[in-house]
Nanobody, 115 residues
Framework: QVQLVESGGGSVQPGGSLRLSCVAS????????MYWVRQAPGRGIEWVSS????????VYADAVKGRFTISRDNARKTIYLQMNGLRPEDTALYYC????????RGQGTQVTVSA
């Protein structure tokens, strides 16, 4: 079955950086879209970024463009989210997902940005 396991979350001050990882298994990882989505307290799922594992094409939400970078390692069936310039509004549970709505997602990793 599909498994997505995220790691790398934590607590940082505004302006700090974190790198999230997601290891995928249970499906063909080659040439598919993979997603990072997030959910802040009391809010719905928000799409953050996407990557095509085949050609590396990337897409970003306006809220994170220029600060976050999505990447992948096909040999390790892993995607990453490098987050720089973190802001308090980035505080959320971050999920790796197989679709932009986060219908199929992992257990999540918490990111907290506060002074």
């Amino acid at each position: 079955q599909v498994q997505l396991v995220e790691s790398g979350g934590g607590s940082v001050q505004p302006g700090g950086s974190l790198r999230l990882s997601c290891v995928a298994s249970g499906f063909t990882f080659n040439n598919v879209w993979m997603y990072w989505v997030r959910q802040a307290p009391g809010r719905g799922i928000e799409w953050v970024s996407s990557i095509r594992t085949g050609n590396g094409m990337t897409v970003y939400a306006d809220a994170v463009k220029g600060r976050f970078t999505i990447s992948r390692d096909n040999a390790r069936k892993t995607i990453y989210l490098q987050m720089n310039g973190l802001r308090p509004e980035d505080t959320a549970l971050y999920y790796c997902a197989r679709d932009a709505r986060g219908t199929t997602r992992g257990q999540g990793t918490q990111v907290t940005v506060s002074a």
